[in-house]
């Protein structure tokens, strides 16, 4: 198990970047797929980037090119930076974690068991 805590949500306006992370307890952190999900007021919670304890990376449509995932074992952080935010980027962003995520489905909410309590993006147009 480990424990998962994300900072960097705010308000900002549109085309402006954040710098979201997640920072995790644990001694085995590096074997630990972490990916970054969404949720808007009234949706599903929606995948958004991830990156794999080997250093991959995967990203949804609506992230790529804008936004970039970055780790750092040493610390036990993931990072997420966004870049030229839309008003649809708002939502409240959670980092979750697993060491058994298959790539298949490594944007399935389901791969993962330990999640952190979120942090609120908001996009001003």
């Known amino acids: 198990q480990v424990q998962l805590v994300e900072s960097g949500g705010g308000l900002v306006q549109a085309g402006g970047s954040l710098r979201l992370s997640c920072a995790a307890s644990?001694?085995?952190?590096?074997?630990?797929?972490v990916a970054w999900f969404r949720q808007a007021p009234g949706k599903e919670r929606e995948f958004v980037a991830a990156?794999?304890?080997?250093?991959?990376?995967h990203y949804a449509d609506s992230a790529k090119g804008r936004f970039t995932i970055s780790r750092d074992n040493t610390k036990n952080m993931v990072d997420l930076q966004m870049n030229n935010l839309k008003p649809e980027d708002t939502a409240v962003y959670y980092c979750?974690?697993?060491?058994?995520?298959?790539?298949?489905?490594?944007?399935?909410?389901?791969?993962?068991?330990?999640w952190g309590q979120g942090t609120q993006v908001t996009v001003s147009s």
């Open positions: 990156i794999t304890w080997n250093w991959l990376t």
């Open positions: 644990g001694r085995t952190f590096s074997y630990y797929t």
């Open positions: 979750g974690a697993d060491v058994t995520v298959k790539v298949t489905s490594i944007g399935n909410k389901d791969e993962y068991d330990n």
